[in-house]
């Protein structure tokens, strides 16, 4: 079972920019398809962006679509999250997620390895 910790949150007005890491521990990350899912206060878990286990495929939500990329480098076990442009509806706690198999999913039963979290807050 892979195990991820994520980091690079913090505080940001609006309009700016972070960058969040999820680092994978083992020797199979590069067989997993990985997620990206964050949890405002009062909130559902709510899907972000996917990334297959190759990096060929990304799938996002609309919310972020635009401005936020996915992206992953199997050789340093690690994902990342470039968000841009953010905004107060932003603020939640990231969480990065793995899942065997290649399907993109969506849905957060659906991946069975998660991080603790990271915090965001972006301020008007």
């Known amino acids: 079972q892979v195990q991820l910790v994520e980091s690079g949150g913090g505080l940001v007005q609006a309009g700016g920019s972070l960058r969040l890491s999820c680092a994978a521990s083992?020797?199979?990350?590069?067989?997993?398809?990985m997620g990206w899912f964050r949890q405002a206060p009062g909130k559902e878990r709510d899907f972000v962006a996917a990334?297959?286990?190759?990096?060929?495929?990304?799938y996002y939500a609309d919310s972020v679509k635009g401005r936020f990329t996915i992206s992953r480098d199997n050789a340093k076990n690690t994902m990342f999250l470039q968000m841009n442009s953010l905004k107060p509806e932003d603020t939640a706690v990231y969480y990065c997620?793995?899942?065997?198999?290649?399907?993109?999913?969506?849905?957060?039963?659906?991946?069975?390895?998660w991080g603790q979290g990271t915090q965001v807050t972006v301020s008007s």
């Open positions: 083992g020797r199979t990350f590069s067989s997993y398809t």
């Open positions: 997620a793995a899942r065997r198999g290649a399907v993109l999913a969506v849905e957060d039963r659906n991946y069975n390895a």
């Open positions: 990334i297959s286990w190759s990096a060929g495929s990304t």
